[in-house]
């Protein structure tokens, strides 16, 4: 049997200095400085709201300051820094089969297929509908035989089932129908924990999640600045697991984030970093990804942008950033 190193997936690389691939810097190191150091300021100053009383008990056993009436936690510099340090640098995205295994690690690059479509049009009578449990099957097969998509993400969801246990029905329907590792979204921690009794089942034991994460479930804070009830319930349990971690924040820039870049960004980097901090509270060297969705917003409409020019400035700026913290990342748009 082949070992894992031998059989991991290791995509190209983007900006390595050898002549090859893609660097495209937006900020200077000082400009990158800056918006760190702003990051800090508004996590000890500001905090961030945390919805869910079991993170902030974790949260105050760190070392944050919790203001129990307002559920605001203020999060000093040192635990932001020390988070930022033992969150792993590599990171292993499990296959189901072990030949479509990826390592996200600095500046190697790969793809996966975009997610939570709500409508579809019909193969048969090109209408538009809703999407089935049976049409996320198909799309996942359609995904897993994509050499050039790595990871498979959830692309729509399944309408036919009760919303109440639809999550459980999107990961049975994933893990059915890929080898390739999966992301998709838990829903909340009671759900993540029925997700992880199927995936232990084929992992060989929920002990085993650890050695062989072929899921990741991302999870989103709400801007500006607020960690509802499952998005903590999900970093805890993922953390708890062994599973990877991935938090995704959608600051709009000009709508629910400064309208500036600079500004979003901080906002943006505030929340995925609390994030991270639960994580390795929970379990220190808990694999982290940080994740965005960040674009600007379409003042004429109110709605997000995510194909435009700013959007591409944007995730740019979050791969910089990423880079300085040596922590994977996931860009989506742009």
Same mark, same amino acid.
């Given at each position: ?153 959830? $692309?729509?969801?399944?309408? /036919? ?5 639809? +999550? =459980?029905? #999107?990961? *049975?329907?994933? &893990?059915? @129908? ?114 965005? $969705?960040?674009?600007?917003? /379409? ?5 997000? +942008? =995510?194909? #435009?020019? *700013?959007?591409? &400035?944007? @995730? ?19």
């Amino acid at each position: 049997m082949k070992g894992e190193q031998e059989v991991t997936k290791r995509n190209i690389k983007a900006g390595k200095r050898y002549g090859r691939g893609l660097e495209f810097n937006v900020f200077t190191a000082d400009e990158l400085n800056d918006i760190h150091g702003a990051t800090l300021e508004v996590l000890r100053k500001t905090g961030v709201f945390v919805e869910d009383e079991s993170a902030r008990e974790i949260f105050a056993g760190g070392g944050a300051l919790v203001d129990a009436k307002t559920k605001v936690v203020r999060i000093p510099s040192y635990l932001v820094e020390d988070a930022v340090l033992s969150a792993p640098e590599v990171v292993l995205l499990a296959g189901r089969n072990p030949e479509n295994d990826m390592l996200l690690e600095m500046n190697r690059v790969g793809f996966d297929c975009f997610g939570e479509a709500i409508q579809i049009i019909d193969a048969h009578t090109r209408k538009i509908r809703e999407p089935t449990k049976a049409d996320l099957a198909d799309a996942t097969r359609l995904v897993d035989s994509l050499d050039h998509i790595d990871i498979c993400h959830r $692309s729509l969801g399944c309408h /036919d089932v009760p919303p109440a246990v639809s +999550v =459980v029905h #999107n990961a *049975e329907a994933l &893990l059915s @129908n890929t080898t390739k590792h999966i992301f998709m979204a838990a829903g909340s921690g009671r759900m993540l924990r029925q997700i992880l009794k199927m995936i232990g089942a084929i992992v060989g034991g929920e002990d085993k999640i650890a050695e062989r994460p072929i899921m990741t479930c991302g999870t989103c804070p709400v801007t500006p600045l607020r960690l509802p009830q499952d998005c903590c319930e999900i970093v805890i349990e993922s953390a708890r697991s062994g599973m990877v971690t991935k938090c995704l924040s959608q600051a709009m820039a000009g709508g629910s984030s400064p309208v500036t870049m600079a500004g979003t960004l901080v906002l943006h980097n505030a929340e995925v970093l609390s994030t991270c901090v639960l994580s390795q509270l929970v379990r220190k060297g808990a694999p982290f990804v940080y994740g965005s $969705s960040t674009c600007s917003m /379409d003042l004429r409409f109110g709605t997000a +942008v =995510v194909g #435009n020019p *700013e959007t591409a &400035l944007l @995730n740019a700026g979050i791969v910089q950033m990423t880079r300085n913290y040596k922590l994977p990342c996931q860009v989506a748009g742009g």
